[in-house]
C-alpha cells in the first residue's frame, strides 16, 4: 500500500477550516495538523482529533510533513510565508493577486530552488482553474477573444484586503458581472471591454470603533489592482447586519472564448463554476494540487510551478493506469 501524503494547514480561517473538510474526502492523505499565529488553545478545528500547534512548531518538523497547503492571504501573508516555507517544505498556495504573480513566482522559485523543495502557487479556481480554460481556449481557438467574468459572489482576497485597511473592524466584498457583457460575448460579437465594463464590486464595511468613514472608504476604492480599476461602492453596516446578511460565501464565474475556424464559423468555449461555498472549492483545489505537488517533490522536480506546469494525471489520486481507462 502507498503511504499516505502527510498535510499540514497553515492559517485557519475559511479557507483553512475548508482544507480541513477536503481532506476527509481523499483517502491517500493524512492530516499532520493546523499551525497558527493566534494562541493554538483558541482554535476549535472541525474534527476534535485535529492538531492545533503554534506556527514556530514547524520548526524542526520536515520529514513529518509532505506537504504544507498555505491559506493566509494574498495582500501581505502569502508574499512573506510561501518563500519562507519552501524553504524547509514543499508547500501549496493560492496567491490570487493575478498582476504581481510573476514576481511571486520569482521569489517562491529561488526559495524553493535553494532548498530542494517544490513549491505550487497559484491554485485555486482564478487563478488556476480559470487560468487552464484561458490556457485551453487560446491554444486550440487562436483566432478570437477570450472574456472572463466572476461572480456574483463573495472573493475571500478581496474580501481579506478590505479587512486589512486601516478602520476597518470587519467586511465583505462581492464581485458582480455585467450580464449585458455576458450576453454580448455570448451572441459571438467578441466585443472590446474594459475591466469597468465586465464588473463592479460592492463592499460591506464595519467601521472601527472612532474610525474615519470618507477615509476608509478612500482607502477602499483607491486600492490599487483589488478595487481601483473597478466602480466600487462601500457601504457601512453593523457587525450585526453583517452576521446576519452575509454569512455565506457563494461565488463563481465564467471564461468563455469567442473565436472562428474559418470566415463565417463562430466557435465557442464557455466553461462555468457555480460555487454554493467559494472556500470549500477553493480549499478543493488545494487539496488536489497538495497531492501532485508531494510526486513531483518525490520525483526530484524542484522549484515553483504554476499550473500550467502540472499534468493533469498528477491531481488524481487514480493511476495513470486507471485514467486511461476510465477517464481517456
Same mark, same amino acid.
Given at each position: 500500500? /502507498?503511504?499516505?501524503?502527510?498535510?499540514?494547514?497553515?492559517?485557519?480561517?475559511?479557507?483553512?477550516?475548508?482544507?480541513?473538510?477536503?481532506?476527509?474526502?481523499?483517502?491517500?492523505?493524512?492530516?499532520?495538523?493546523?499551525?497558527?499565529?493566534?494562541?493554538?488553545?483558541?482554535?476549535?478545528?472541525?474534527?476534535?482529533?485535529?492538531?492545533?500547534?503554534?506556527?514556530?512548531?514547524?520548526?524542526?518538523?520536515?520529514?513529518?510533513?509532505? +506537504?504544507?497547503?498555505?491559506?493566509?492571504?494574498?495582500?501581505?501573508?502569502?508574499?512573506? #510565508?510561501?518563500?519562507?516555507?519552501?524553504?524547509?517544505? *514543499?508547500?501549496?498556495?493560492?496567491?490570487?493577486?493575478?498582476?504581481?504573480?510573476? #514576481?511571486?513566482?520569482?521569489?517562491?522559485?529561488?526559495?524553493?530552488?535553494?532548498?530542494?523543495?517544490?513549491?505550487?502557487?497559484? /491554485?485555486?479556481?482564478?487563478?488556476?482553474?480559470?487560468?487552464? #480554460?484561458?490556457?485551453?481556449?487560446?491554444? +486550440?481557438?487562436? #483566432?478570437?477573444?477570450?472574456? *472572463?467574468?466572476?461572480?456574483?459572489?463573495?472573493?475571500?482576497?478581496?474580501?481579506?484586503?478590505?479587512?486589512? +485597511?486601516?478602520?476597518?473592524?470587519?467586511?465583505?466584498?462581492?464581485?458582480?458581472?455585467?450580464?449585458?457583457?455576458?450576453?454580448?460575448?455570448?451572441?459571438?460579437?467578441?466585443?472590446?471591454?474594459? /475591466?469597468?465594463?465586465?464588473?463592479?464590486?460592492?463592499?460591506?464595511?464595519?467601521?472601527?470603533?472612532?474610525?474615519?468613514?470618507?477615509?476608509?472608504?478612500?482607502?477602499?476604492?483607491?486600492?490599487?489592482?483589488?478595487?481601483?480599476?473597478?466602480?466600487?461602492?462601500?457601504?457601512?453596516?453593523?457587525?450585526?447586519?453583517?452576521?446576519?446578511?452575509?454569512?455565506?460565501?457563494?461565488?463563481?464565474?465564467?471564461?468563455?472564448?469567442?473565436?472562428?475556424?474559418?470566415?463565417?464559423?463562430?466557435?465557442?468555449?464557455?466553461?462555468?463554476?457555480?460555487?454554493?461555498?467559494?472556500?470549500?472549492?477553493?480549499?478543493?483545489?488545494?487539496?488536489?494540487?497538495?497531492?501532485?505537488?508531494?510526486?513531483?517533490?518525490?520525483?526530484?522536480?524542484?522549484?515553483?510551478?504554476?499550473?500550467?506546469?502540472?499534468?493533469?494525471?498528477?491531481?488524481?489520486?487514480?493511476?495513470?493506469?486507471?485514467?486511461?481507462?476510465?477517464?481517456?
Amino acid at each position: 500500500m /502507498t503511504a499516505r501524503i502527510r498535510i499540514g494547514i497553515v492559517g485557519y480561517g475559511n479557507l483553512g477550516r475548508g482544507v480541513e473538510t477536503a481532506l476527509t474526502l481523499t483517502p491517500d492523505m493524512n492530516l499532520v495538523g493546523v499551525f497558527t499565529r493566534r494562541d493554538p488553545a483558541t482554535i476549535r478545528p472541525l474534527a476534535e482529533t485535529t492538531a492545533v500547534h503554534s506556527l514556530e512548531a514547524l520548526d524542526g518538523m520536515c520529514d513529518e510533513i509532505d +506537504v504544507l497547503i498555505l491559506c493566509g492571504g494574498s495582500k501581505s501573508d502569502l508574499p512573506e #510565508q510561501t518563500p519562507a516555507l519552501a524553504s524547509a517544505f *514543499t508547500v501549496v498556495d493560492s496567491y490570487d493577486t493575478h498582476a504581481r504573480i510573476p #514576481q511571486h513566482f520569482a521569489a517562491v522559485d529561488a526559495a524553493a530552488r535553494g532548498a530542494g523543495t517544490t513549491a505550487i502557487i497559484s /491554485t485555486g479556481w482564478d487563478p488556476g482553474l480559470f487560468s487552464l #480554460q484561458r490556457l485551453y481556449g487560446e491554444a +486550440v481557438l487562436p #483566432q478570437g477573444e477570450t472574456y *472572463t467574468f466572476w461572480g456574483r459572489g463573495l472573493s475571500q482576497g478581496h474580501s481579506d484586503a478590505i479587512r486589512r +485597511v486601516p478602520g476597518v473592524a470587519a467586511g465583505v466584498q462581492y464581485t458582480i458581472p455585467s450580464d449585458d457583457a455576458i450576453e454580448r460575448v455570448r451572441s459571438g460579437a467578441r466585443p472590446e471591454l474594459s /475591466t469597468r465594463d465586465k464588473h463592479t464590486r460592492e463592499c460591506f464595511v464595519v467601521l472601527a470603533e472612532g474610525a474615519d468613514a470618507d477615509a476608509v472608504r478612500e482607502a477602499i476604492v483607491t486600492m490599487p489592482d483589488y478595487f481601483e480599476p473597478y466602480d466600487t461602492t462601500v457601504t457601512f453596516i453593523s457587525a450585526e447586519e453583517l452576521a446576519t446578511n452575509h454569512a455565506g460565501v457563494p461565488h463563481g464565474g465564467f471564461v468563455i472564448r469567442s473565436a472562428e475556424t474559418s470566415a463565417g464559423t463562430t466557435q465557442t468555449i464557455d466553461y462555468r463554476l457555480a460555487l454554493e461555498s467559494n472556500p470549500e472549492f477553493t480549499a478543493s483545489v488545494l487539496v488536489a494540487y497538495a497531492r501532485a505537488a508531494a510526486r513531483l517533490a518525490a520525483s526530484g522536480d524542484h522549484g515553483a510551478k504554476t499550473p500550467f506546469d502540472v499534468a493533469p494525471g498528477l491531481l488524481s489520486p487514480k493511476s495513470p493506469e486507471q485514467l486511461r481507462a476510465e477517464m481517456l
